[in-house]
């Protein structure tokens, strides 16, 4: 459904992406990987995103390590993630995620990241002038960079059995940002949202992607009116796995 494209940074760095959609549908979004690469899942979502009327853009970030990375999902897998993404710098990220933004060449453009681009989602709406609205889902370490201000409208997502992400760092962005809408999910672990990973929870994929494509649709729409809600962390009984 999808193509792959080559993109420039500000700094000069090229690189490849994956673009799904076209320029006259009516949103624009950038989705960001996991420590797994523009691989087979995110291209997927790409997809999704793209038959939901969204021109998007996933930027293979660890091209500036190693190009054209995909890897799986086992334990060796994750070491190499982890390691490619140890080698990047973040600045240089979010100049990959801004030039993404631009390529899409539209007035408004969200953001959507899982795991380590569920991070990097809040980076990005931290960091930069170049989103409108951010989602991320199950990203690690957000918590410990909570004295950061979104510049933009930010809904994030969490699995209520996710080892890697503590309850205790959810409450900590929660307490920090009750501007923020939170969901967590209850019974869903990390990467619930990847139907390759054991962990996939279809219940809690479901409504995670309902409630992101309604709060990318409505802040990408119009700025009128808008603002996350003030929800807290949501507990979703219908969710379990």
């Known amino acids: 459904m999808g193509q792959i494209i080559t993109l420039k940074a500000a700094d000069g760095h090229e690189f490849s992406a994956y673009e799904a959609g076209h320029a006259d549908m009516p949103y624009a979004l950038v989705v960001v990987q996991e420590i797994f690469g523009v691989n087979s ?70 953001i959507i990241g899982y795991c380590w681009g569920g991070l990097l989602a809040w980076e990005a709406a931290s960091q930069t002038n170049s989103f409108a609205v951010a989602v991320g889902w199950y990203g690690a370490g957000i918590a410990a960079r909570i004295s950061e201000t979104p510049r933009c409208p930010v809904q994030l997502h969490f699995g209520e059995a996710d080892t890697t992400i503590p309850h205790t760092d959810v409450s900590t962005i929660r307490s920090a940002h009750p501007e923020i809408e939170i969901y967590m999910y209850d019974g869903a672990g990390h990467g619930f949202g990847c139907s390759q990973r054991a962990s996939f929870d279809l219940d809690a994929y479901e409504l995670a992607q309902k409630r992101s494509v309604a709060f990318l649709e409505g802040h990408l729409r119009s700025h009128a009116g808008s603002g996350a809600a003030a929800e807290g962390i949501l507990i979703d009984k219908t969710a379990s796995s």
């Open 41 to 110: 899942h995110i291209r997927h979502v790409c997809d999704t995103f793209a038959e939901h009327g969204f021109h998007v853009i996933a930027p293979a970030l660890f091209d500036r390590a190693e190009p054209g990375v995909e890897l799986g999902y086992e334990k060796a897998d994750i070491q190499a993630g982890l390691a490619l993404r140890s080698r990047i710098p973040l600045a240089e990220t979010l100049l990959d995620l801004e030039a993404a933004s631009a390529a899409l060449n539209a007035a408004k453009v969200g």
